[in-house]
């Protein structure tokens, strides 16, 4: 039997995010703080936030504005009921990691100061440990008691430690404005193609792989982003970065040929990144007649990936209620294996890995029956 579906061609119109990519467009331009008065002062929600204002005669009360001072660290408590536990591997792996450790970056400790002098830690307590213990072992050079060794302190007076609680869940929770994926990743992408900075390895592979999404047209968004409604962007990027650059080229130069007219849908990285994975373990190609009758089948029966993944997951619902009696959590290993199932129920007959064809054993069984019955 022949395989059933074959892939219509759809107009390539002008992607405009070849242009406007931001992560093309950077410029290492610097503006003054006078540029962002001037857009606050523009913004509707902030013009509404002075309105509270003022309506509440509330004003910048100077006497709570914090004071900065670089104490010794001995004169420093930690009150346990208010910071986090110490998360040694973080003060190991991440702070004081060699690869990437730079005093440049360490924070300020933020704090309350009592009445009586004594000064109670808020925020960044991993920060001092990680420099007190750094002391400890010999690793600063001049110094080698840490409790005589001054650090820079932020503190405000007060005796109420009610407000020291409150303030470190602020500071460590919606408080804070925190960087997104999207962010994190511009910034190592920027570090390569603006400052030429290939001292950090992470930085240099990732920017490879945006490279190589960009060299097929998909492109990183920011979440909400107002370019996401352009074919060939996606967010989903933790997803993103769990491929290789091999992976990425194949995976996007397939959405590129065939639904260079859509946004990129996660479930192409989740698919790829198994197909590819399990078919080099088996030393299966990919081959090009496989990849098109693939696209073939998801524009026939679905439209796009976007349909694909509502079937797939309602099937594998119906999936495991049918097999163990409840409705187990969705795996992302599904993606593939649907796809594999629905292709040689369909006449396929490039190579499959067998380990694709043994997971979730008879899931195409749950598709709906009008769609499969397209094959008769």
Partial sequence: ???????????????????????????????????????????????????????????????????????????LDIEEDIQRELDEKHCAKTIA??????PALLQPVICIKTSKGKFISIDAQHSVSTVAALIDAGLVPGHTNWRTFKYPFMYIETDNLAYARKAFGILNGKGKKKQSAYQDLRNGVFAIRID????????????????TAEKHN??????????????????????????????ISVACG???????????????FFAFRDLIRQSDSAKIKLTPKFLEELAALVQNLFGNLSQFQESVTEAHRRWTTKRYGYQ????????????????????????????LLDQFDGLIEFFDQDLLDMAD
């Fill in 196 to 211: 030429k900075d290939k001292s950090d390895k992470d930085d240099v592979e990732l920017e490879k792989k945006v490279a």
């Fill in 1 to 75: 039997m022949a395989f059933k579906l074959k892939y219509e061609d759809v107009v390539r119109k002008p992607n405009p995010m070849v242009k406007i990519n931001p992560l093309k467009r950077g410029s290492a331009k610097v503006v003054n703080l006078q540029d962002r008065v001037d857009k606050l002062n523009k913004s509707a929600v902030w013009k509404k936030t002075i309105k509270a204002w003022l309506a509440q005669n509330k004003t910048f009360d100077m006497t709570r504005f914090p004071k900065i001072t670089n104490e010794e660290l001995v004169v």
């Fill in 328 to 355: 187990a959590n969705w795996d992302d290993d599904a993606y593939a294996c649907a796809l594999v199932q629905l292709y040689q129920h369909f006449g396929g007959k490039e190579k499959i890995a067998p380990t």
């Fill in 218 to 247: 998909c492109f990183p968004v920011e979440v909400d982003s107002d370019l996401s409604k352009y074919p060939g962007t996606f967010t989903n990027i933790a997803t993103f970065k769990t491929l290789n650059t091999e992976e």
């Fill in 254 to 268: 397939w959405h590129d040929k065939y639904f260079h007219y859509e946004n990129v849908h996660v479930s192409l």
């Fill in 97 to 102: 990691n060699p690869d990437v450790f730079d």
